[in-house]
T-cell receptor, first 118, second 113 residues
Framework: EAGVTQFPSHSVIEKGQTVTLRCDPI?????LYWYRRVMGKEIKFLLH????????ESGMPNNRFLAERTGGTYSTLKVQPAELEDSGVYFC????????????????FGQGTRLTVV | GENVEQHPSTLSVQEGDSAVIKCTYS??????FPWYKQELGKRPQLIID?????GEKKDQRIAVTLNKTAKHFSLHITETQPEDSAVYFC????????????FGSGTQLTVLP
């Protein structure tokens, strides 16, 4: 089974530019999460989709961040305009429906996109 | 909201020794506690998890203990090997699943040959 894939793996952009990150979850996973790890700190929750709907976006830092999940499949996270403090590793994760029993609670992570804003 | 503290931030052990990483959480409603291992350049992967109705869980050389009263949980790795070297993250969730995970800041474990 293919894992969670993220694109690009690295991105270096200038302050003020726009960047769009993409995440393809494991097929059939309704839950899709975005997380971010700033250098040396904890992995922080950004938002959670259930299918195409935003279940929880309480972790989104500000309105420069926009996440979408068209058709409940892949998701994009756009940062516009990017600021220096947006640098970090952006992780996407997916999991099965949370109501299907304990065995489906594991969140599978992608390898992350390392974003550097200069 | 939930706050998870993780210690130590770095840990070096000799091959064959044990390693212990500790986490505390603030939200008494948290009931699911996974541990993730991230090797250099790779994705975080779940290595073990525990629920609030269990005090200890073991899987070969890895064990996790949970003290609900004190709101802390720990990862124990015995007979460490060089391939155990990685960053380990603890996390907590009040929803019994991967929803609403709050992560600790990570522990860089280095196993010295």
């Amino acid at each position: 089974e293919a894992g969670v894939t993220q694109f690009p793996s690295h991105s270096v952009i200038e302050k003020g530019q726009t960047v769009t990150l993409r995440c393809d979850p494991i097929s059939g996973h309704d839950n899709l999460y975005w997380y971010r790890r700033v250098m040396g700190k904890e992995i922080k929750f950004l938002l959670h989709f259930v299918k195409e709907s935003k279940q929880d976006e309480s972790g989104m830092p500000n309105n420069r961040f926009l996440a979408e999940r068209t058709g409940g499949t892949y998701s994009t996270l756009k940062v516009q305009p990017a600021e220096l403090e947006d640098s970090g590793v952006y992780f996407c994760a997916s999991s099965h429906g949370g109501d299907r029993g304990e065995k489906n609670t594991e969140a599978f992570f992608g390898q992350g996109t390392r974003l550097t804003v200069v | 909201g939930e706050n998870v503290e993780q210690h130590p931030s770095t840990l070096s052990v000799q091959e064959g020794d044990s390693a212990v990483i500790k986490c505390t959480y603030s939200d008494s409603a948290s009931n699911y506690f996974p541990w993730y291992k991230q090797e250099l350049g790779k994705r975080p992967q779940l290595i073990i998890d525990i629920r609030s109705n269990v005090g200890e869980k073991k899987d070969q050389r890895i064990a996790v203990t949970l003290n609900k009263t004190a709101k802390h949980f720990s990862l124990h790795i015995t007979e460490t090997q060089p391939e155990d070297s990685a960053v380990y993250f603890c996390a907590a969730s009040p929803q019994g699943s991967a929803r609403q995970l709050t992560f600790g800041s990570g522990t860089q474990l280095t196993v010295l040959p």
